[in-house]
């Protein structure tokens, strides 16, 4: 009996992480809403009750019609299905749930064929998840991690002959199909299956013609998505250089080095898994030669894009805490019976919060309300009442998915977050006129005559106060008020204000709205 309690008990840190990783990443999703899920959600509930196929652009006018292909086609679906039911808390809920549960399961399988220390684990995994904490939300980007979780344990299968050539390229077709249907990073997973196939044909000098099919299958399969080979194209395009304005304007999309010490934390362990890299090197050439070869390239596209880290951090965990294991000596001085019911009380703790927070999200406001303040239902009616005949709407990037949801495209909006992704435009590229619009008046002035905006809504404030560490960073209080101070001065609201030939119509703490005088 008491072999079987403390086989229980020895057990109870994989619920104990589960619950931690739940709660956090829940408090993470309520913290604010994606530009871009507005979007989203309308995509799927126009075609389902609808039936609008998101071919076209059917929601702004500066991009009317213009041909457009939605990754994420399929997960939008659910997305909107589980909004639908259970509202932003729901889908907070949701995605906290599968990243937990991959996560916990990245971790239990890293202890138990790395062999590592469970206070190796505890301690460092905590560091190394600081990556996921400045990028995760209710978000689609967020799905990539998912996959990238099953992607690393099916290739360390594979490479360690834990799994057979059959049961790899079945697994491959299945991850592939999936992946191709919800999210564009699906040919970087390919890309590593295929370097797997190839690192192990040339480690066992003969090529299993099993892999090979497989291989073959699994790209197949990507073409059974809604738009078949348009989808490959699309993603090939990103590769153009319209994408540097992406790296330029957007936060996620910028080089790690350029958001110090704006994401903090995720800065901080970029270069906590560097270090780590550059002190144990030999022993993961040595003992995880095709970990360390897809880290290296993390590493870099995490130099180019911070959207990046968290792919880093999965792949980089497991090798590089086998090699901590040996180095870092770090013992608990708690019995083993005393630490096991330890784990217990913390896990029962931490449930008793997570059904907190859930009881605490589940009321009627946050089923329709956004964690995030949003224009007001109040802001959106009073572009409604003063709508011009042909109405040409300024609004910012952040609120161009939140206008698209309430919107439906009628009236169309100006900008939001399909815009940069959108390679061939010619010169139609709104998102650079947008970007532009930050170096003055004069770019300003000339990207409003350009579209020939007619009313406009704009955030009540521009600037959003960084936290404390941020703060001392750049110099304390003083020095961010000053940053807040040249930020409002360069917004488009101030822009606005001092224009004679618009005025103000409405203003609240979500935002103001003008219109242009005839």
């Not at 932003?88 to 996560?103: A, K, N, P, V, W």
């Not at 192990?200 to 299958?217: E, F, P, Q, R, T």
Request: hydrophobic residues 50%.
């Amino acid at each position: 009996m008491k072999s079987l309690i403390s086989k229980l008990t020895s057990n109870f840190w994989i619920p104990t992480v589960f619950l931690l990783l739940l709660y956090i990443f829940l408090k993470l999703s309520m913290r604010g809403l994606d530009p871009d899920l507005g979007w989203h959600l309308r995509n799927a509930k126009d075609f389902l009750e609808g039936g609008i196929f998101p071919n076209f652009d059917h929601y702004s006018f500066a991009l009317n019609n213009f041909p457009w292909v939605v990754f994420e086609f399929r997960l939008e679906l659910v997305m909107y299905a589980v909004y639908k039911s259970f509202g932003y808390f729901g889908l907070g809920l949701f995605f906290s749930l599968i990243t937990s549960l991959l996560l916990t399961l990245h971790l239990y399988l890293t202890v138990k064929f790395f062999k590592i220390r469970l206070l190796t684990l505890v301690i460092f995994s905590g560091i190394f998840l600081l990556g996921f904490f400045s990028s995760f939300g209710i978000r689609v980007p967020v799905f990539a991690v998912w996959m990238n979780v099953l992607l690393f344990w099916l290739t360390w299968f594979y490479l360690n002959n834990k799994i057979n050539s059959g049961s790899f390229s079945f697994l491959a077709v299945i991850l592939l199909a999936i992946w191709a249907n919800a999210h564009p990073s699906f040919p970087l997973g390919l890309g590593i299956l295929v370097a797997a196939v190839i690192y192990k044909s040339l480690h066992n000098k003969v090529i299993s013609y099993i892999d090979v099919v497989g291989i073959i299958a699994a790209t197949l399969v990507t073409l059974t998505n809604p738009y078949g080979l348009r989808l490959w194209q699309e993603v090939l395009g990103h590769f153009s250089p319209n994408s540097s304005f992406m790296h330029s304007y957007i936060q996620e999309w910028k080089s790690i080095f350029l958001l110090f010490p704006i994401d903090f934390y995720g800065v901080a362990a970029f270069w906590f898994v560097f270090l780590m890299l550059l002190e144990f090197r030999r022993k993961l050439l040595k003992e995880h030669f095709f970990q360390l070869a897809v880290i290296t390239f993390f590493f870099v596209s995490t130099c180019l894009a911070v959207r990046n880290l968290p792919l880093l951090i999965i792949w980089s965990l497991p090798p590089v805490l086998t090699v901590l294991n040996d180095k870092v000596k770090v013992k608990l001085v708690v019995g083993t019976k005393y630490k096991n019911f330890g784990y217990l009380f913390l896990g029962s703790l931490l449930l008793v919060l997570t059904l907190g927070l859930v009881l605490e999200n589940t009321g009627v406001d946050n089923l329709v309300t956004p964690p995030k303040p949003y224009p007001s239902k109040e802001a959106l009616t009073a572009i409604k009442e003063n709508l011009p005949l042909v109405p040409k709407v300024y609004n910012p990037y952040a609120f161009g998915g939140y206008l698209i949801w309430n919107f439906g495209g009628d009236p169309k909006v100006f900008i939001d977050g399909r815009m940069p992704a959108t390679w061939f435009q010619a010169d139609r590229f709104p998102f650079k006129d947008y970007a532009e619009m930050s170096w003055g008046d004069l770019a300003k002035q000339a990207t409003f005559y350009k579209y020939d905006f007619n009313i406009a809504i704009v955030e009540k404030t521009s600037w959003t106060p960084l936290d404390k560490i941020n703060q001392l960073i750049l110099g304390g209080p003083k020095a961010e008020a000053d940053r807040g101070r040249k930020i409002e001065e360069k917004s488009v609201r101030t822009y606005l204000e001092r224009q004679p030939n618009w005025k103000e119509v409405f203003s609240d703490d979500t935002a103001k709205v003008f219109i242009k005088l005839t």
